[in-house]
């Protein structure tokens, strides 16, 4: 079965700042990567996915995130984050299962944007 | 734009109570789900429906039941609600159980059970 991991509960970073979310995934094949945005009081909103090809994908919102198969992981990246990037993260991992695909989702890391 | 709409933002309940938990999609999707979040365990999966009368547990199951009569409309029934199943509750539907397609996701339902 596969999992999700997402190390930071919670991360603090100043506006204009870096940011990276850490997601480490377990799977036995290529697995398919998303990451999700929820922002307080609203359901999830795809930022970006991965299954095959460039290694370094773009999203939304000015987020990228690189799969890197050596390391099992799936960073979430922003070079410059605004305040209304605040919110909680999500990491998911999709995998074929009983003849379907089956999301697992990790437990969520949650930004906050300091002036 | 996907729509998925659920038909309540909060619920409050009382224990014992039968509770029908409503949402609604506009984009034909085959596949839908319900998950429940709660603060540090993500989401988890309640069940999902991959086509009309077709339903699946997921991994959390017990103590819920699921409808789909209609390809639209999936909901998600608390038999006898109890507090341990206070939460905020997550539709979503996704297009088929084509590889790599993502969900969209509803609002969310903040359930209290008293």
């Known amino acids: 079965a596969q999992s999700v991991t997402q190390p930071d509960i919670h991360i603090t970073v100043s506006e204009g700042a870096s940011l990276e979310l850490r997601c480490n995934y377990s799977y036995g094949a290529t697995p398919y990567l998303f990451w999700y945005v929820q922002s307080p009081g609203q359901g999830l909103q795809l930022l970006l996915k991965?299954?095959?090809?460039?290694?370094l994908v773009q999203g939304i919102k000015g987020f990228e995130a690189e799969f890197k198969r050596s390391q099992s992981s799936f960073n979430l990246r922003k070079p410059s984050v605004h305040w209304s990037d605040a919110a909680e993260y999500f990491c998911a991992v999709g995998a074929l299962g009983g003849g379907y695909q089956k999301v697992t989702f990790g437990t969520g890391t949650k930004l906050q944007v300091i002036p | 734009d996907v729509k998925v709409t659920q038909s309540s933002r909060y619920l409050v309940k009382r224990t014992g109570e039968k509770v029908f938990l409503e949402c609604v999609q506009d984009?034909?999707?085959?596949?839908m789900f319900w998950y429940r979040q709660d603060p540090g365990l993500g989401l988890r999966l309640i069940y999902f429906?991959?086509?009309?009368?077709?339903?699946e547990k997921g991994d959390i199951p017990e103590g819920y039941s699921v409808s789909r009569e209609k390809k639209e409309r999936f909901s998600l029934i608390l038999e006898s609600a109890s507090t341990n199943q206070t939460s905020m509750y997550l539709c979503?539907?996704?297009?088929?159980?084509?590889?790599?397609?993502?969900?969209?996701f509803g609002q969310g339902t903040r359930l209290t059970v008293v």
């Open positions: 984009m034909d999707h085959e596949n």
């Open positions: 429906s991959y086509d009309v009368k077709m339903k």
């Open positions: 979503a539907s996704r297009f088929r159980q084509g590889w790599g397609t993502e969900a969209f």
């Open positions: 991965y299954f095959s090809g460039d290694t």
